[in-house]
């Protein structure tokens, strides 16, 4: 991690591609709020120009707010691809270019509901293939899960635990008689 003479550290942000909105989106919040640049996002405030004769803390407060606004919406053009780039370039600030992400890539309720029940319906449909290992049948039913966690919907872990189990292949009946 870098950290310029401003002491703005240079950590890498998480690049949004655009299929790993929900993801993305956690992360890039905390990456913000890790660099004091979150309200900026939220708040959007407008930095008020300087009055005739400022003092010094009045000069010091607005470099140190116009600073932060341009910190954010670099933070988050930095943290697009180069396509998702393109399309937010003209947003002219944080919150804007924030704004129009999630509407775009977020959707409404009725699209993210539509999405939890495809991801719901991939779920259930899950069979444990013969050439896979628990483990990894296991891992491809927890991705799929948090998948639907990440859209806001409860898919609890003894849902999971008991859709293993009873999907699991035939010569797995007695260790699982044995639990």
Not at 13 to 33: C, D, G, H, I
Not at 34 to 57: C, F, I, K, R, S
Not at 81 to 91: A, E, L, N, Q
């Amino acid at each position: 991690m870098e950290t310029g003479s401003s002491g703005f550290s240079m950590m890498a942000s998480p690049v949004f591609t655009r299929e790993n909105y929900q993801a993305w989106a956690v992360k890039m919040k905390a990456f913000l709020e890790g660099h004091d640049l979150w309200e900026v996002v939220e708040d959007d405030y407008e930095v008020a120009p300087l009055p005739n004769n400022p003092t010094m803390n009045q000069i010091k407060l607005h470099k140190e707010r116009t600073t932060r606004k341009a910190k954010a919406k670099s933070c988050l053009y930095a943290a697009v691809s180069p396509t998702i780039f393109t399309r937010i370039m003209k947003c002219d600030s944080a919150k804007v270019i924030w704004d129009f992400l999630k509407e775009e890539y977020e959707g409404d309720e009725k699209i993210r509901g539509m999405k939890v029940l495809n991801l719901l319906r991939e779920f259930e449909r899950q069979q444990m293939k013969e050439s896979e290992s628990v483990k990894e049948y296991s891992d491809r039913l927890v991705g799929i899960a948090d998948k639907i966690r990440v859209l806001g919907t409860d898919l609890r872990d003894d849902r999971l635990v008991q859709k293993i189990l009873v999907s699991l292949p035939e010569k797995f009946e007695a260790t699982i008689a044995s639990l």
